[in-house]
């Protein structure tokens, strides 16, 4: 009997703080601060990938809407061109099951891409694709030397052709 009577005190004291925490707030007038914002939201940042038209590599800008890091870049050129480019004339040699991809940064300015597929049987300009999308993302005045790997076979270092 005692711990129903102590549950309900303290149920009615629990209700009396919600009570009293609401005190002290007063009623106000509406404040007017101006209009509401209008237009479109601008895209944080651009994410350059390596697409193949006419059987050569041209770089294709892509507006985003947040920073992406390199093997996310990387994975939408295992991914089809969107309608867009596709109407351009734009494909993509790097298959599907390449992904998922990671990048590490090595010394001496060089990066490894690792990939799910075996990466001596890639495409030359699938190669060159991931290589120059991964070195896009550096700085231009300093590309880094890239080496593609996966499945036990290594391709490079290389540079992006462009």
Same mark, same amino acid.
């Given at each position: 009997?005692?711990?129903?009577?102590?549950?309900?005190?303290?149920?009615?004291?629990?209700?009396?703080?919600?009570?009293?925490?609401?005190?002290?707030?007063?009623?106000?007038?509406?404040? *007017?601060?101006?209009? +509401?914002?209008? @237009?479109?939201?601008?895209? &944080? !940042?651009?994410?350059?990938?390596? $697409? /193949?038209?006419?059987?050569?590599?041209?770089?294709?800008?892509?507006?985003?809407?947040?920073?992406?890091?390199?093997?996310?870049?990387?994975?939408?050129?295992?991914?089809?061109?969107?309608?867009?480019?596709?109407?351009?004339?734009?494909? *993509?040699?790097?298959? +599907?099951?390449? @992904?998922?991809?990671?990048? &590490? !940064?090595?010394?001496?300015?060089? $990066? /490894?891409?690792?990939?799910?597929?075996?990466?001596?049987?890639?495409?030359?300009?699938?190669?060159?694709?991931?290589?120059?999308?991964?070195?896009?993302?550096?700085?231009?005045?300093?590309?880094?030397?890239?080496?593609?790997?996966?499945?036990?076979?290594?391709?490079?270092?290389?540079?992006?052709?462009?």
């Amino acid at each position: 009997m005692r711990t129903g009577l102590a549950r309900r005190v303290l149920a009615a004291g629990l209700v009396s703080l919600v009570a009293v925490a609401g005190c002290g707030v007063r009623p106000s007038d509406v404040i *007017t601060v101006g209009d +509401p914002p209008s @237009g479109g939201v601008a895209p &944080t !940042a651009t994410i350059t990938l390596y $697409l /193949v038209k006419n059987g050569r590599l041209s770089a294709v800008t892509r507006l985003g809407g947040r920073p992406m890091f390199r093997a996310d870049t990387l994975a939408l050129l295992a991914a089809e061109p969107t309608a867009r480019e596709q109407a351009r004339g734009f494909t *993509t040699e790097v298959p +599907p099951e390449a @992904g998922p991809f990671s990048v &590490t !940064a090595a010394p001496a300015g060089r $990066l /490894v891409v690792a990939l799910s597929a075996p990466a001596g049987e890639l495409s030359t300009l699938a190669i060159d694709q991931i290589v120059c999308t991964a070195a896009a993302a550096t700085a231009p005045e300093s590309p880094p030397q890239v080496t593609v790997v996966g499945a036990g076979q290594s391709v490079g270092p290389r540079n992006c052709p462009k």
